[in-house]
Nanobody, 127 residues
């Protein structure tokens, strides 16, 4: 059973950077994504990556966040730069565990696409 485990969250001032990590074994060919949920808001997709490494991002983070993965280390990353207070949320790593993944797009940012989730890591950005 796939069980992603996130790490790397924390508190940072606006304009700062954080890098989130997600350990997940045996999923290098699967769609993987980062999603977030702020208090009182619905969960939203932030970024996704397919098997060859193609990516997709929600508009609000384009140019600031970068999703990547290291298949040898079974680790997914989210580099977050130029953080804003509105980026404050619980961030989740998620995996689509059925079949391979050869394409990236907005469809991969939908929370319903994913069926294996980590417990989340909190990111707080102060102004």
């Amino acid at each position: 059973q796939v069980q992603p485990v996130e790490s790397g969250g924390g508190s940072v001032q606006a304009g700062g950077s954080l890098r989130l990590s997600c350990a997940a074994s045996g999923v290098s060919n699967n769609c993987m994504g980062w999603l977030r949920q702020a208090p009182g808001k619905e969960r939203e997709g932030v970024a996704m990556i397919d098997s060859p490494g193609r990516t997709a991002y929600v508009d609000s983070v384009k140019g600031r966040f970068t999703i990547s993965k290291d298949n040898a280390e079974n680790t997914l990353y989210l580099q977050m730069d130029s953080l804003k207070p509105e980026d404050t949320a619980m961030y989740y790593c998620a995996v689509h565990i059925t079949g391979g993944c050869y394409g990236a797009g907005n469809w991969g940012l939908q929370p319903t696409w994913y069926n294996a989730w980590g417990q989340g890591t909190q990111v707080t950005v102060s102004s």
